[in-house]
RNA sequence: GGAGGGGUGGGAGAGUGGCUAAAUCCAGCAGACUGUAAAUCUGCCCGCUUCGGCGUACGGUGGUUCGAAUCCACCCCCCUCCA
């Protein structure tokens, strides 16, 4: 009894579309995950987050076991509660921020000691503390402890990373097994930077510990589109079919569509949020930024035909005033945006999967977006 | 009329002989952002440019000096106070 499951509905090439279930609720695959890193996805409500068609929202280990303290949160009902998000949440172990906060950080065999980046008192974050962490802020989907570095990196250093990231994830699996709860799950992380022997062995190693979900790490971390299709290419085909396959930190709309014609299942990004907040906005002829002067005078909505309000509702000129006078409204609207145009495209790309016209919808895509994804 | 203070690039405002095409901030114009140290960061922002430079410029005119936004003379304008 695990209370946690894969089903795949149907499939177009490598691409696949169907459900993970949870007792906190279905996700639809190919799923996108808003970040909600410090417990909030950033200037947006829930509610709205969940209107825009978030089936799970991402939160992380390391900011929140920084502030507010993951014993607080267990003590105060969970994350779910706190946050009041009713639904999945997959939480990240701090792995990322072992490269994002490389200055901040050092790494052993035992684990990663941080300088906290709000008031330098040390942490220490071991795969089995990262486990209790996502734990305490009772996390759906858990995520085991890993090295991710950037590439380009040696061969040799790339070599011993995932040997690290390995063990990292026999513990990390021992860790959620002596205490996790019917319904939650720990999925292992493939590293190997743009190496397919490294790819190859850490996958297939991975999968002898055996997971109930696989997440691709290490990409999108400055290779570019290509190299990171190269990766996924010698990657996806040896992955458990029955398995969720989440790629990392991906991406913009042109990545998420190229990975999903390649077999990804989930996927998740700071890009629609933080570059919202920006004053960038995607549409269905690709990206803008609203900031812009063309826009000005622009009296059209970004989407009159959507049914997101923040897309419907307000016209590029007024979108533009608020950005160039400060307005927090701003950052909020287009955020709202733009994760609603991501649910939208991730609605469409399981549409086209099931009825078999994945290629079709990709070429559209193309045409439309002017985006090289293949 | 008298006394004092001041006029610097779109705005504010540093700079009181060479390191100054002139700090800094704002405004303006663009770009970046991929498991969030990000409502952040970067570049441009007098004209021309083959991006190496060249030309013009700190109220105006004239001077001193090898060299002036900076010193001197006169003129114009603004502000405060006194009449």
Not at 80 to 96: K, Q, V
Request: aromatic share 8%; hydrophobic share 40%; charged share 20%.
């Amino acid at each position: 009894m695990t209370g946690f499951s894969f089903t795949v509905s149907a499939t177009d090439g490598a691409a696949r579309t169907g459900v993970i279930a949870t007792p906190r609720g279905e996700i639809r695959t190919p799923a996108f995950m808003p970040v909600g890193t410090a417990g909030t996805v950033k200037a947006m409500f829930p509610e709205d987050v969940r209107a825009t068609g978030a089936d799970i929202i991402l939160g992380n280990t390391y900011h929140l076991m920084l502030r507010p303290g993951a014993e607080r949160v267990a003590a105060l009902g969970g994350l779910h509660r706190f946050m009041n998000w009713p639904r999945p949440i997959l939480t990240d172990s701090g792995g990322y921020q072992v490269m994002s906060l490389s200055s901040l950080r050092k790494m052993t065999e035992e684990g990663v000691s941080f300088a906290s980046h709000i008031d330098g008192s040390k942490h220490m974050l071991t795969p089995e503390r990262s486990i209790e962490i996502q734990r305490l802020l009772g996390s759906d989907i858990q995520m085991q402890l890993d090295e991710c570095p950037a590439i380009p990196i040696d061969h040799d250093k790339a070599a011993a990373s995932i040997q690290l990231s390995l063990r990292w994830a026999k513990r990390s699996k021992r860790a959620f097994e002596e205490k996790s709860k019917s319904g939650q799950a720990l999925f292992g992380i493939v590293q190997g930077a743009n190496y397919e022997d490294l790819r190859r062995e850490s996958l297939e190693t991975l999968m002898k510990i055996g997971f109930p979900g696989y997440a691709i790490g290490g990409l999108a971390v400055g290779e570019g589109r290509e190299e990171m299709f190269r990766v996924l290419d010698f990657t996806t085909p040896h992955m458990d079919k029955a398995k969720p396959r989440y790629l990392m930190g991906v991406g913009k709309p042109g990545d998420i569509v190229g990975a999903v014609a390649r077999g990804v299942d989930m996927f998740d990004c700071v890009a629609p949020t933080r570059s919202g907040r920006h004053g960038q906005a995607w549409t269905a002829t690709g990206a803008v930024n609203i900031t812009n002067a063309r826009f000005a005078d622009d009296n059209e909505p970004l989407d009159p035909a959507s049914d997101c309000p923040a897309s419907r509702d307000y016209s590029k000129a007024y979108l533009h005033h608020l950005f160039k006078a400060g307005e927090h409204l701003g950052p909020m609207l287009l955020t709202w945006h733009n994760l609603h145009y991501y649910q939208q495209l991730m609605a469409s790309l399981r549409d086209a999967i099931s009825a078999g016209k994945l290629a079709d919808f990709i070429a559209s895509f193309r045409a439309e977006t002017g985006e090289e994804i293949l």
